[in-house]
């Protein structure tokens, strides 16, 4: 201090910056008091004021950011007797206010370069901000949004009122769940509406708080779910009407070969037991004969039955599930159990339902006989209303294993799945290993 005690204000300075620093002087000296920031440049034990853009010239140690505050000091008597030269040092803070812009700088570069739309919304609702994204799907400009209502930009399903936060309104009137998304109907500018993807969060900040809201465009999204939606139920009608082409050609060849094959074996038959009866013949060869007719007749009888069971057409479709289930049970030495409710025979339903559920059923069967290793299984069928059925068959085998169902080449399981769901019913699998299946269909029929 010492050093600076008794010399001229002007001393301290450049003397290229002397007529600025006495006209500050002068106006103090008429009695105003005023402050002036300024960027200080240290050279040669001297302070120099410079312009900001004359700072890269400098190390940045050597420059100082301050305020200087002049004020007219009077004496005892009220008069101006010099001048009082307050220089405040603001580096740290004009230092950490340069950090911060940058930060918000590149924060909203980040947040400008996102594919999605962002706003920032204050706790009464207002934008604060609104990055590219969200000017390219909303049609707005920036400046025309912030400090408008976020509710502005929704084709609104809920309403905003002191009894409803904010928070509450974007996601889905339930307190709690920020963060996860839900869809909505975005308003462009031009009142069209798209749908959107909505995720609120909420950020804490001191002496309140604040929404970031994430505004997805899922036009593209949605319309390639549509199309997939449409491709996906065209193949579902095509798989059904090549099951019922499928069908019609089961039954033409089982009639044929029962009316044609059929007939041909049955009185081969009736010839070999006409021929047993004549002299000379070997009884031997005749009853052998036989057999291989026998048993033709019988494999001829089983692969009509397989392509379309008679049962369906003489007994029903309850009477034919009951007559197979029964049948693969004795064959397999599997304990089965058939409960099948009374009211369902007056149900009427068409021959493609019917034909389909017995396929379905007879699949599942068969799945339990070649997979599963049970010992028993119930086949229980009930009536829920005046139209809908459910089917439940139980087994006790080895179980549901997720994994291996998950995989490739089941493609039985996924047969009954679309066969059912071509129908507009549906089915589950339940189970786990070593506790055995239960499949179920549930089905609505008119």
């Known amino acids: 201090m010492h050093e600076v005690l008794g010399k001229q204000v002007l001393d301290l300075f450049a003397s290229s910056q002397g007529l600025e620093i006495d006209c500050n002087l002068q106006r103090a000296m008429k009695g105003e008091s005023f402050s002036l920031p300024a960027m200080l440049a240290r050279t040669s034990g001297q302070a120099r004021v410079i312009r900001n853009r004359d700072a890269r010239m400098f190390d940045e140690s050597d420059l100082v950011w301050a305020m200087l505050a002049y004020s007219p000091w009077r004496d005892d008597e009220g008069a101006i007797a010099g001048v009082i030269v307050v220089v405040s040092d603001r580096t740290e803070r004009v230092q950490a206010k340069r950090k911060l812009n940058d930060t918000w700088s590149r924060s909203q570069a980040v947040i400008n370069h996102m594919l999605d739309g962002m706003a920032m919304v204050s706790s009464e609702g207002h934008i604060e901000s609104f990055n590219l994204a969200a000017e390219r799907s909303f049609g707005y400009r920036a400046k025309e949004v912030i400090g408008q209502n976020v509710l502005m930009l929704f084709l609104c399903p809920f309403t905003y009122s002191n009894d409803c936060t904010l928070e509450q309104c974007l996601v889905s009137g339930k307190k709690g769940i920020s963060g996860v998304g839900r869809e909505v109907l975005g308003l462009r500018k031009d009142q069209s509406t798209f749908p959107l993807e909505l995720v609120v969060s909420k950020i804490a900040l001191r002496g309140g708080h604040l929404f ?6 899922i036009s593209t ?16 009608q095509l798989a059904a009407h090549q099951e019922s082409v499928r069908e019609a050609e089961r039954s033409r060849i089982a009639r044929e070969l029962h009316d044609e094959l059929g007939g041909q074996l049955t009185a081969l038959r009736f010839d070999v037991n006409r021929l047993s009866q004549l002299p000379g013949i070997g009884l031997e060869r005749v009853g052998q004969l036989r057999d291989s007719l026998d048993a033709a007749i019988r494999s001829t009888r089983s692969i009509i039955s397989d392509l379309r069971p008679p049962m369906l057409d003489h007994l029903g479709l309850w009477g034919a599930i009951e007559w197979y289930a029964e049948g693969l049970a004795r064959r397999c030495a599997l304990n089965c159990q058939i409960l099948i409710c009374p009211n369902l025979e007056d149900l009427k339903m068409s021959n493609n339902v019917g034909i389909s559920l017995f396929r379905v059923v007879q699949e599942a069967l068969s799945n339990i006989v070649k997979h599963a290793e049970a010992q028993s299984i119930i086949l229980r069928a009930k009536r829920l209303d005046d139209a809908v059925i459910e089917v439940k068959i139980i087994d006790d085998g080895k179980g549901l294993n997720r994994e291996d169902l998950d995989k490739t ?3 039985g399981v996924l047969g009954m799945h679309e066969r059912v769901r071509s ?24």
């Open 212 to 217: 970031t809201v994430l505004l997805r465009d």
């Open 423 to 446: 129908l507009g019913g549906e089915l589950a699998l339940e189970g786990a290993p070593g506790q055995g299946t239960t499949l179920r269909i549930r089905l609505r029929v008119s």
């Open 409 to 411: 080449g089941h493609w």
């Open 221 to 236: 999204r949605k319309a390639a779910q549509e199309e997939l939606g449409v491709i996906t139920e065209r193949l579902r």
